[in-house]
């Protein structure tokens, strides 16, 4: 089963502009995990943050976790055509072993 | 190319047969997984092996499917009297133990096509 949601499903943005994307989740976690997805093939890990760190950047990607809400948030900066993928949330629930549990997905769609 | 392969890339079947993937992981990783991903879903886990040991198995994996890494290292997943709900993209990852704490890597998938 899915472990939550990610809102929006899908959103289309002009090259240049900001995409945020947000994934609620359920339970527990010991860290959560965005991957991206391009159309049919398999996931790129993208960057993780640990469930005792509110706030990670890497180069034009900005993650933020509030586990109080259990949410967390992915911003791409700047984005550019070649961001254009699906992108999941996964974590690795506390006592869950090392399976990830993945969100819904995000479709973003960057246009020129 | 070092990362984690998949063979066959799309299989065809007709209901009824059995179909058999293989996933070639990153060489000194220690940890592999199974995932199905649906259309428009995201993946779900099926199983996991820590060395040829299989540690973990979803409900998901119904007693059709089968899963092995003899030696440690190449892992196979059977589906036995395939049924067209089987139809779905199957990812293999693997990881190393210890690593990252819990970062994935990701093979291109087998697509399977259950007609």
């Known amino acids: 089963s899915q472990q939550g949601e990610e809102d929006p499903q899908a959103l289309s943005i002009q090259e240049g502009e900001n995409a945020t994307m947000n994934c609620s989740y359920k339970t527990s976690i010991n860290n959560l995990q965005w991957y991206r997805q391009n159309s049919g093939r398999g996931l790129v890990h993208l960057i993780l943050?640990?469930?005792?760190?509110r706030e990670k950047h890497s180069g034009r990607l900005r993650v933020t976790l509030d586990t109080s809400k259990k949410s967390s948030s992915l911003l791409i900066t700047a984005s550019r055509a070649a961001d254009t993928a699906s992108y999941f949330c996964?974590?690795?629930?506390?006592?869950?072993?090392?399976?990830?549990?993945f969100g819904t997905g995000t479709q973003l769609k960057v246009e020129l | 190319d070092t990362g984690v392969s998949q063979d066959p890339r799309h299989k065809i079947t007709k209901r009824g047969q059995n179909v058999t993937f293989r996933c070639d992981p990153i060489?000194?990783?220690?940890?592999l997984y199974w995932y199905r991903q649906t259309l428009g879903q995201g993946p779900e886990f099926l199983t996991y092996f820590q060395n040829e040991a299989q540690l973990e198995k979803s409900r998901l994996l119904s007693d059709r499917f089968s899963a092995e890494r003899p030696k440690g290292s190449f892992s196979t997943l059977e589906i036995q009297r395939t049924e067209q709900g089987d139809s779905a993209m199957y990812l293999c990852a693997s990881s190393l133990s210890g690593g990252a704490l819990g970062e994935q890597f990701f093979g291109p998938g087998t697509r399977l096509t259950v007609l």
């Open positions: 996964a974590t690795i629930l506390t006592g869950g072993g090392n399976k990830l549990t």
């Open positions: 060489s000194e990783h220690n940890r």
């Open positions: 943050i640990r469930s005792n760190e």
